[in-house]
């Protein structure tokens, strides 16, 4: 059995929706790995405790803490970036640097405050360097985002930036493609926008346009959900 069939298998049986992107071959979604966790919690408090003493990636070694998400934790917006930079790991929440702010000004723009969304990361522990997740990384969290989304129930995922938008929907092609367009998981039942990253906008303010653009779509989207 590959270890693709395995996390299948795993996450089946966790009774965890198995993500299938539409028009994305699953198998090719995520890259080999051997991980997932044996029993997953079923409720927050839980999830949180499990996440903190997660050691499944080598990430727990430099990490300064676990940075779970914060919000309203059944909030009808997800916002999925991609994993704590420097400030997050000391403060313990994601999106808290100078990006963040950004993004509390972009979620302004559509009526939305901060503590009205749920913010999540693909993953828990900083990145050193904050370079790129790896795939070994990104797929030992992945159990952990899942579980949040299910708990969550969110109506809408904004996936902000290309490595979100490219490892949840399991896609390699640039943010630039996958934005400006309606995604779905869990069978076509949750709509997922992509946009620009916020620190991707702050070193080229010119795209807000365009992330207006995936904003207003996204609004509409939870808007009028059957369009
Ligand atoms: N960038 C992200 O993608 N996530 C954070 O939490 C912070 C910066």
Redesign the pocket.
């Known amino acids: 059995m590959s270890a693709e069939a395995r996390r299948r298998a795993y996450l089946e049986a966790l009774d965890i929706d198995v993500w299938t992107p539409r028009g994305a071959d699953p198998a090719g979604a995520m890259e080999e790995v051997e991980v997932a966790p044996q029993a997953l919690a079923t409720d927050w408090d839980g999830l949180r405790q499990q996440v903190a003493a997660c050691t499944l990636c080598s990430l727990n070694k430099s990490r300064t803490q676990t940075?779970f998400g914060v919000g309203n934790q059944s909030a009808d917006w997800m916002i999925v970036?991609?994993?704590?930079?420097a400030?997050?790991d000391r403060r313990g929440?994601?999106?808290?640097?100078r990006?963040?702010k950004l993004?509390d000004e972009m979620l302004r723009a559509v009526g939305l405050q901060r503590d009205a969304v749920f913010?999540a990361?693909?993953l828990k522990c900083r990145p050193p360097n904050?370079r790129d997740p790896l795939a070994e990384e990104a797929s030992s969290c992945r159990a952990y985002l899942e579980r949040q989304i299910q708990l969550a129930r969110p109506k809408l995922i904004l996936a902000?930036?290309r490595?979100?938008a490219q490892h949840l929907l399991g896609s390699d092609a640039p943010v630039g493609r996958l934005r400006g367009q309606k995604h779905t998981l869990n069978g076509g039942q949750l709509p997922v926008v992509v946009t620009y990253?916020?620190?991707y906008l702050l070193r080229s303010p010119t795209q807000k346009r365009k992330v207006w653009q995936d904003l207003c779509m996204a609004r509409q989207i939870m808007e009028q959900p059957d369009q």
């Open positions: 940075v970036g991609e994993a704590p930079g400030e997050e929440e994601p999106f808290v640097g990006a963040g993004l913010i990361n693909i904050n902000v930036g490595v979100a990253h916020p620190a």
